[in-house]
C-alpha cells in the first residue's frame, strides 16, 4: 500500500523517525517532553490508583523516557508492579515483572528485556500497557473517536493486544506520542489487523 504521496508504511516509517530525532535535538523537545511527562504523572494519579501492574517499554531510538515516573507509582504501594515486554519468536509478547537496576538482555532487534531464568521477576498479565507510537491517527464511528498506532512494522502489539483483551477485557492500552505525529487518511490509515488504543497520551493531555 502506497499513499498519495508515493510513500510505503517502511518509508512512512523511516521518514517519522527521522522527524523524531530531529525533533529530539529541537529547542522545543524538553518542553513538550516536560508536559507529556507531567500528563502521565496526572493519569497516574487519577487512574493510578485502580492499576496493580503496569507495562512499560525501554526507550530507544529518541523515545520519551518514562522511567521515573512509574518508578515512582510502583514505589507507593507494595502490590503495585512494573513490567517489561519479551518479543517471542512467533511475533507475541510476553510481560514479566521489572524493578529498578534488573540486569537485561538485547533481543534481536538490540530492545533490552528480561531475563527469563530470574524465578523472582514473574510472567505477568499487565492492567495497562504503555506504547510509544512512531505515528497515530484517529478515526470516528458512531460519534466515537478512535486512536490508532503506527508502531515499527513488527505487529507484536497488535497480535499481543488481540490475544489480550480476551482474556482480560478491563486492559488499557496507552498509546505514547507527540502531537506532531498525528498522520491523516492520505499519509496512513490503520488496517484490519491493527488493534485500536483505548487512551493516547501527547503533550496536549490525555486523550480518549
Known amino acids: 500500500m502506497t499513499d498519495m504521496h508515493g510513500k510505503s508504511p517502511k518509508t512512512l516509517r523511516q521518514d517519522l523517525l527521522q522527524q523524531r530525532q530531529e525533533f529530539a535535538a529541537a529547542e522545543g523537545y ?13 493519569f497516574l494519579a487519577n487512574y493510578g490508583k ?5 507495562a512499560l517499554y525501554w526507550p530507544i531510538q529518541d523515545e520519551v523516557d518514562l522511567r521515573p515516573a512509574l518508578i515512582a507509582w510502583a514505589q507507593k504501594a507494595p502490590e503495585r508492579k512494573l513490567s517489561l515486554p ?9 510481560f514479566y515483572e521489572w524493578r529498578d537496576g534488573d540486569t537485561l538482555k538485547p533481543s534481536k532487534h538490540g530492545v533490552p528485556e528480561p531475563e527469563l531464568d530470574n524465578s523472582s521477576r514473574p510472567q505477568l498479565i ?7 507510537c512512531v505515528g497515530w491517527s484517529s478515526s470516528t464511528t458512531n ?9 515499527y512494522g513488527g505487529g507484536y502489539f497488535d ?3 488481540s490475544q489480550l483483551r480476551k482474556e482480560s477485557p478491563s486492559l488499557i492500552c496507552m498509546g505514547i506520542g ?31
Open 159 to 161: 497480535r499481543t493486544l
Open 86 to 94: 519479551f518479543a517471542r519468536p512467533d511475533k507475541h509478547l510476553d
Open 143 to 151: 460519534e466515537k473517536t478512535h486512536y490508532w498506532r503506527l508502531g
Open 50 to 54: 485502580s492499576l496493580q501492574s503496569i
Open 126 to 132: 499487565p492492567d495497562c500497557i504503555l506504547i510509544p
Open 178 to 208: 507527540f502531537d506532531w505525529q498525528k498522520l491523516n487518511d492520505v499519509e496512513w490509515a490503520a488496517q484490519t489487523h491493527d488493534e485500536p488504543l483505548d487512551l493516547l497520551l501527547t503533550e496536549s493531555g490525555l486523550l480518549s
Open 30 to 42: 524538553a518542553q513538550a517532553r516536560d508536559r507529556l511527562i507531567a500528563g502521565l504523572i496526572d
